[in-house]
């Protein structure tokens, strides 16, 4: 059957509906596939694959059972049909290779884009293309090759007001790849966006323009930054293309690692709430607007940098007055949204040429060196005042003692004693912690390394091994 072919009602040989009668008309005449124990079912309209969870599945089902034999159907006999679905080897897909493959294509209203070289495919072809990619989603917008920013006179205003003007400006251009980036499906960008600025500057409205671009009750989630990692939050992840939070918590943000692990699209654990769990590939980009920079609790060897390096920062400098305040600007934009995803579409693939190096607004980059110089304090510390020495030991009561000073001194923030015995001994890789005495202290400490300006007590050393 082809993909647009005018829908077929099965009509059972007897009363009573077969399972496997049911299962070889649906095979024969259902576009649909199943990946990671989920079912896939083509939708003509969208030019692309839905995800049916189980109670779904069933109602879909029933319809595609002739009405003359309504009330007639057992559930049951649904059931198993959805089982064999489930079962049928003939129909399973590798989503992650198709996702490989799938990447460089968007799915729009218009038909199928290449990112690599806006070239636009459309009707049959786009049909081919979207079945062979087995896409799961459609953006609710159409391309426009010869799309000008002039033609989108809300989003210029917008720009205006909140950064800095639309004509030749960096923070346009930024927002543009962001726009993109969030509505693409590229697995090597390994970034996680941030709008941080005034209240009332615009940001809310770019995360509910980008929200009804894509299928908000479907492939939007909205955790906030500090739910990532809940047990049980991994599992709608897995449907998600993109996550919204609005706000950032006011509290540090732990969990960093999966933070990580869903920027640089790697395998995580998957859990729902009774059942059996699993490792899935996440592709969901994450989106956030706040206030100000994240502040994050847990720190590994490189300082919070390894998350710093996944950050992209666009500041927003402007609160809108209420006099000035446009409450149906995201009617506009959304009126405007065509013209608007479409110059995303350019600037993204521009960025693709690039190598995803993105532009860089002189705020943005003042506010990344500011936030990363603060990250890694303790490493600026260990570079002006330690030294890795074979010979050498130090106190930890001592070391934590001048490294709180340095804070101070230079107006930054220190990090947990913990997070500092973490940091050394993953700094420096030879480095010991033992207790032992110097200068009539018996205290832990590290040996391999020293402090410049303390020398060392040859005299009364003696070396606890255990751990502490």
């Known amino acids: 059957m082809s993909l647009s072919d005018t829908r077929i009602l099965h009509k059972p040989s007897t009363d009573n509906l077969q399972a496997e009668e049911f299962h070889r008309f649906l095979n024969k005449n259902v576009p649909y596939f199943v990946s990671n124990n989920r079912l896939f079912v083509w939708i003509s309209e ?76 459309t009707g049959k072809e786009a049909e081919e293309k979207a079945a062979e990619l087995c896409f799961t989603y459609c953006l609710e917008f159409s391309f426009i090759d010869a799309a000008e920013i002039e033609s989108a006179p809300a989003f210029c205003r917008f720009l205006d007001t909140s950064l800095d003007g639309a004509k030749d400006n960096p923070k346009a251009v930024l927002l543009l790849e962001i726009i993109g980036v969030c509505l ?70 732990t969990g960093t690692d999966t933070i990580k692990k869903i920027v640089s699209e790697e395998p995580l654990f998957v859990e729902g709430k009774g059942k059996e769990g699993y490792v899935a590939d996440i592709h969901t980009k994450l989106f956030t607007c706040a206030n100000q920079m994240p502040l994050f609790g847990e720190m590994d060897s490189a300082g919070n940098k390894s998350l710093t390096d996944r950050m992209v920062v666009l500041r927003f400098n402007h609160t809108i007055s209420e006099e000035q305040m446009d409450r149906h600007l995201l009617d506009k934009l959304l009126d405007e949204r065509n013209i608007i995803c479409s110059l995303a579409m350019k600037a993204l693939n521009e960025l693709i040429k690039r190598d995803y190096i993105f532009t860089l607004p002189e705020d943005s980059k003042k506010l990344i060196e500011a936030f990363v110089q603060e990250n890694v304090s303790l490493q600026l510390f260990l570079e002006d005042w330690c030294v890795a020495d074979s010979e050498g030991r130090v106190h930890k009561q001592e070391l934590i003692l001048r490294y709180h000073e340095y804070c101070q001194d230079n107006a930054i923030k220190p990090y947990t004693d913990k997070q500092v015995s973490a940091f050394i001994e993953g700094f420096y890789p030879n480095v010991t912690r033992i207790k032992f005495r110097m200068n009539g202290k018996y205290l832990w400490g590290w040996t391999g390394i020293r402090l410049k300006s303390v020398g060392f007590d040859e005299i009364n050393f003696t070396e606890d091994k255990n751990n502490g």
């Open 184 to 253: 693409s499906s590229l697995k090597s960008v390994r970034k996680m966006f941030f709008l941080v600025g005034a209240t009332k500057s615009g940001k809310s409205v770019m995360a509910d323009f980008l929200q009804a671009m894509v299928w908000p009750d479907v492939a939007v989630t909205v955790f906030g930054i500090n739910e990532l990692s809940g047990r049980f939050n991994m599992q709608h992840l897995e449907s998600s293309r993109l996550n919204i939070c609005r706000e950032l918590t006011a509290a540090k943000i």
């Open 46 to 121: 969208k030019r692309c694959y839905e995800c049916l969870p189980k109670a779904k599945a069933m109602v879909w089902m029933d319809s595609l059972i002739d009405p003359s034999y309504d009330g007639k159907i057992r559930s049951s006999a649904l059931e198993e049909t959805y089982k064999k679905l489930l079962r049928d080897s003939s129909h399973t897909k590798n989503l992650k290779s198709i996702l490989n493959e799938g990447q460089y294509f968007l799915n729009l209203e218009n038909g199928v884009l290449d990112l690599r070289t806006l070239c636009l495919l």
